[in-house]
C-alpha cells in the first residue's frame, strides 16, 4: 500500500476578489521508503505542492484535492490536533532557509528537545546528542547549546534536519533544502538526506529547481511546469529518455561538460502568467511539436509506453 | 546570548545608568525603611506639629506632627508598588492582547483593536475618577484601575511586532513541526518581544506613579494614614506658605523617581536599538 496518495491537487491563490490557480491537476502516489523528487521552474508550484501536504499554506490560498492521503487519513479533512500530530512527527519537513526557520533566540538544543517533547518520547538531551550524530554534525555537545547565529549555513541544515527527523518521520518532505547553501555544502546535505533516508527507511519527498542534483539520489523524478505535473516516471528514465517536450527543452538547456557549444538552447518565450494560463496546455505557446488539439484541451497524466512513466502530452495520444 | 551585548552597551549609556543607579538608591531606601528612620511614620505628636528640617526630624514633621522623612520612605513603598503592580497588570494585559491580534489577525484582530479604540478614546483621569468612585479609594482599587486603563499602548505595539515576526520561516517551521498556538506565542515569540515591553513598562511605571500622585491630589488616591509621596504633597498644600518642607520633598521625589524611569526607559531603547550602533 502506498504511504502517500494524491489525486487531482489543485490549490488556488485568492488575491483581490480573483482566484489564481497555483497548481492543477497534481497526482502522483509515494511508497513506503521511495524517494521522489519534484523539479520545476520558480513559480511553477513545487513548493506550495510540498507545503499543501501539511496544510501550511497561507489562508488565502485553497487546496482542493480527490484525495491527499497519507497512511489512510484524509489530510485536507484532519481536524487541527491530529494534523499536529502529523507535523513534525510522521510526516518531517525541512525548509528552504536554514538561515530563517531556526528562531534565532533559543538554543538550538532547545528546539529539538521540544520537538521530542511534543512528539512523545520526552525531553532526552542524549537523544537530541545522537540525532545530531546522525546528520553528521561536529561537536554536538557544542550545537546543543549554541543559538544557531553561531552556526554555519550547513550546519543550520544539519540542525534543522535533526529537527525533523526529532519525530522519526516515515515521509520526509525537504523543500528546496540546498538552494540558500553554498555549492560545495549542496552536495554534502543531499548525500545526508539520501544516507538517513536510507538508515532510517524514510520516503523521501525532494523538491528543488536544479534537475543535476536530483540524478542518481532519487527514485522518481516529476516535472512541474506552470502549476502542473507534465511528467512523471523513474529518474534514470526521465532524465535519459524524456517524453514530454518541456522536460526534452529542459534537459536540453543544462549545462553538460562533454558539450562544447559556446550557447546552450534555451526554450523560446516565458513561462504562462498564473493569472492567465492559456487554454489547452499550458506549454503549447512554447512548445515546438504543438498542433491542433493542444489548443483546445488540457492534457492530463497518461501512461507512456514504458508504464512507468507518464507524461500530460497530446502527441502521445489525445484524451479519449 | 544576546544579553551580554547588552549588558556592555547599557553600562555604555551613561543617561540610562544614572537612571538605575538612582532607581535602585530610591528602591533601596524604600525597602530598608525601618533601618533608616526610628520614628514611626503614622505616630502622630501634635506638640511637635510643623517643625522644620532639624537633626531629630530630617525633613521637618507635619500638620499631625508625623515625621515626613519617615513618611517618605514609607510612603516610597506604597508609590514605587502601586506603580509596579499597576505596570504588570497592564503589560501582563497588552502582551496577551497584542500577542493574540498579531498572530491569528482577521476578526480577532478587527475586534480587540477595535476595543483598544474604545479604550483610547476614554479620557483616562474620568474613567479612573469613575470608577474610583464607584469602588472605593484603595491602594489595591487604584492600582488595578490604573493597570486597567493603561494596556492598550502596549497592545498596539506587541500586535506590531507580531504581525511581523509571524511572517518570518521560523514560525511556519515551528506550524510545520506540529507546535500548538500557545507554544509559538509564548516560546518561539515571546522572547523577541522583550525587549520593547522592557522599554515601556519602565516608561509605565513612571507613569502610574504620575497617575497616582495626580489621584492623590484630588483625593482619590491612596487614603491618609497610609502615606504615598501622592498624598503626602496634597496634605502639605494648605501648608505652603508656613511649611514648604511638606510638599517639596515628596514632589521633589515623585520628579527624581519619574526623571529617573523616563532616562532608564529611553536608554533601554537605545540600548536595544539595533540601527543604534556607536
Known sequence: MSLLTIENLRVEYRRGGKRIPAVRNVSFSLAPGESLGIAGESGSGKSTVA???????????????????????????????????????????????????????????????????????????????????????????????????????????????????AGRPKLLIADEPTTALDVTVQRD?????????????????????????????????????AGEMVEIGPTATVLGTPSHPYTQGLLKSLPRLSHTERRLPALPGQPPDPRDIPVGCPFRPRCPSAFAPCATEDPVLRPMKNPSVHAACHLYGVTP | MMWRYYGIRFLGNRLALAGAIALLFIGLAAWTAPLLTRHNPNEQRLTERLQSPSANHLLGTDDLGRDVFSRMLYGGRVSLRVGLL?????????????????????????????????????????????????????????????????????????????LSLRERDFVLAARGL??????????????????????????????????????????????????????????????????????????????????????LGEGLRDVFDPRENQ
Open chain 1, 51 to 165: 507545503l499543501s501536504l501539511l496544510r501550511l499554506l497561507p489562508e488565502s490560498a485553497t487546496v482542493t484535492a480527490d484525495t491527499l492521503c497519507f497512511e489512510g487519513q484524509e489530510i485536507l479533512s484532519l481536524a487541527p490536533g491530529p494534523l499536529r500530530a502529523l507535523r513534525g512527527g510522521p510526516v518531517g519537513i525541512v525548509f528552504q532557509d536554514p538561515f530563517s526557520a531556526l528562531n534565532p533566540v533559543l538554543t538550538v538544543g532547545e528546539q529539538v528537545e521540544e520537538v521530542l517533547e511534543l512528539h512523545g518520547e520526552g525531553r532526552s538531551r542524549a537523544r537530541v546528542l545522537s540525532l545530531f550524530g546522525q546528520v553528521r554534525l561536529p561537536d554536538p555537545a557544542g550545537v546543543y547549546g549554541a543559538y544557531p547565529h553561531q552556526l554555519s549555513g550547513g550546519q543550520r541544515q544539519r540542525a534543522c534536519l535533526a529537527i525533523a527527523m
Open chain 1, 189 to 225: 546535505i543531499l548525500n545526508l538526506l539520501d544516507d538517513v533516508r536510507r538508515e532510517l527507511k524514510m520516503a523521501l519527498l525532494l523538491v528543488t529547481h536544479n534537475v543535476g542534483l536530483l540524478s542518481e539520489r532519487t527514485d522518481r523524478l516529476a516535472i512541474l511546469y
Open chain 2, 86 to 162: 499597576a505596570v504588570a497588570i497592564s503589560v501582563t494585559l497588552g502582551t496577551l492582547v497584542g500577542l493574540v491580534a498579531g498572530y491569528w489577525g482577521g476578526v480577532t484582530d478587527a475586534v480587540l483593536m477595535r476595543l483598544v479604540d474604545i479604550v483610547l478614546c476614554f479620557p483616562t483621569i474620568f474613567l479612573i475618577l469613575m470608577v474610583i468612585a464607584f469602588l472605593e479609594p484603595s491602594l489595591w482599587n487604584v492600582m488595578a484601575v490604573i493597570g486597567f486603563t493603561s494596556w492598550p499602548g502596549l497592545a498596539r505595539l506587541v500586535r506590531g511586532e507580531t
Open chain 2, 178 to 263: 506540529g507546535l500548538s498556538a500557545p507554544r509559538i506565542l509564548f516560546v518561539h515569540l515571546l522572547p523577541h518581544l522583550v525587549a520593547p515591553i522592557l522599554v515601556s513598562a519602565t516608561l509605565g511605571v513612571g507613569g502610574a506613579i504620575l497617575t497616582e500622585s495626580a489621584l492623590s491630589f484630588l483625593g482619590l488616591g491612596v487614603q491618609p494614614p497610609l502615606a504615598s509621596w501622592g498624598n503626602i504633597l496634597t496634605s502639605g498644600k494648605d501648608y505652603l506658605h508656613v511649611a514648604w518642607w511638606l510638599s517639596i520633598f515628596p514632589g521633589v521625589a515623585i520628579l527624581v523617581t519619574v526623571l529617573a524611569l523616563n532616562l
